[in-house]
């Protein structure tokens, strides 16, 4: 099993709203990732989860904030957001995050956002 | 650095036209590559992969050869069908991030 669900399927929100991303993966993989994918582009890396710790953060807005409960979970909490931030946010998932590990991402279906 | 450069699209085929979906990369050491595969509407899934060179990575009917020689991973399969249509992401695993190219959109036409 190589899934990776994604909750809500889509989301419309004003600029004042606070709302959150939900990821889960039950594949026992101890790194996350959060993608941001505008249309027609290829996704761009938020975050990096390894082991429950935020391991890489891309520079991304203060808005976005990323949370990991657990090995299985993973939220993005959003808050003040800009029309601009409309996209498609994907989840993905791997087995571990040391480094020169063949590591192969598993993606969830997306949630996909309007900023209002 | 690391890069992934693939063909502009779209690539337009007749149902069981026979395609390739070109993709070379630079990156430094020794890079994993990959292919997904994004339907309308939905998110990535992994097509194929190969971890070292020589590897062939195969799924669906859809094949890739890692070439070190050449630095390139391209994409082929022998007969399309219109279910194929999809926009196609070649990538790489280098230390810690997964570089992706631009996509390619395939269209498959009856």
């Known amino acids: 099993d190589t899934e990776v669900t994604q909750t809500p399927k889509h989301l419309v929100m004003g600029m004042t709203n606070k709302k959150s991303l939900k990821c889960e993966q039950h594949?026992?993989?101890?790194?996350m990732y959060w993608y941001k994918q505008k249309a027609k582009k290829p996704p761009e890396l938020m975050f990096v989860y390894s082991y429950e710790k935020l391991s890489i953060n891309e520079s991304v807005p203060s808005r976005f904030s990323p949370e990991c409960p657990n090995s299985s979970l993973l939220n993005l909490h959003l808050h003040a957001l800009q029309p601009e931030d409309s996209a498609l946010y994907l989840c993905?998932?791997?087995?571990?995050?040391?480094?020169?590990?063949?590591?192969?991402?598993?993606f969830g279906p997306g949630t996909r956002l309007l900023v209002l | 650095g690391n890069s992934v450069t693939q063909m502009e699209g779209p690539v337009t085929l007749s149902e069981e036209a026979f395609l390739t979906i070109n993709c070379t990369y630079t990156?430094?050491?020794?890079?994993?590559l990959f292919w997904y595969v994004q339907y309308p509407g939905e998110g990535l899934q992994l097509l194929l992969k190969?971890?070292?060179?020589?590897d062939k990575g195969s799924n669906k009917g859809f094949e890739a050869t890692y070439r070190k020689e050449t630095t390139s991973f391209h994409l082929e399969k022998g007969s399309v069908q219109v279910s194929d249509s999809a926009v196609y992401f070649c990538?790489?695993?280098?230390?810690?991030?997964?570089?992706f190219g631009t996509g390619t959109r395939l269209q498959v036409f009856p």
């Open positions: 993905a998932s791997s087995q571990g995050a040391d480094r020169g590990y063949q590591e192969t991402q598993y």
């Open positions: 190969a971890t070292k060179a020589d």
């Open positions: 594949m026992g993989h101890r790194a």
């Open positions: 990538a790489l695993y280098n230390t810690d991030k997964l570089i």
């Open positions: 990156a430094t050491g020794y890079p994993s």
